[in-house]
């Protein structure tokens, strides 16, 4: 499996931008896909993830009410809508699949594919 992130850039605070993560190769109707983030000087966190069939997600308290995850699998596609994006929220924004989930769906070390990042940098 091969992931593509995208969407990334400059924007000011109270913006929005809307990030892809394309996969290629297999896909496993068990995976779940998410979100991490990296700033500089931290750690990477976990932001947000969806379940296969798109019915479930699990959210950061950071990002709740603001950031909406949604995937379309015909496309093999799945976006992160940011609103109200805060200073805070700038960082390099990851996504991941974890093909057989086991453990926390919050730890980055149980995903299985990982994107090259898409720099976010929101300015006040």
């Known amino acids: 499996v091969q992931l593509q992130a995208s969407g990334g850039g400059l924007v000011q605070a109270g913006g929005s931008l809307r990030l892809s993560c394309a996969a290629s190769?297999?896909?496993?109707?068990?995976?779940?896909m998410g979100w991490f983030r990296q700033a500089p000087g931290k750690e990477r966190e976990f932001v947000v993830a969806?379940?296969?069939?798109?019915?479930?997600?699990y959210y950061a308290d950071s990002v709740k009410g603001r950031f909406t995850i949604s995937r379309d699998n015909a496309k093999n596609t799945m976006y992160l809508q940011m609103n109200s994006l805060k200073p805070e929220d700038t960082a390099v924004y990851y996504c991941?699949?974890?093909?057989?989930?086991?453990?926390?769906?919050?730890?980055?070390?149980?995903?299985?594919?990982w994107g090259q990042g898409t720099q976010v940098t929101v300015s006040s």
């Open positions: 190769g297999r896909t496993f109707s068990s995976e779940y």
């Open positions: 991941a699949v974890a093909v057989n989930l086991r453990g926390f769906i919050t730890v980055w070390g149980n995903y299985d594919y």
């Open positions: 969806i379940n296969w069939s798109g019915g479930s997600t």
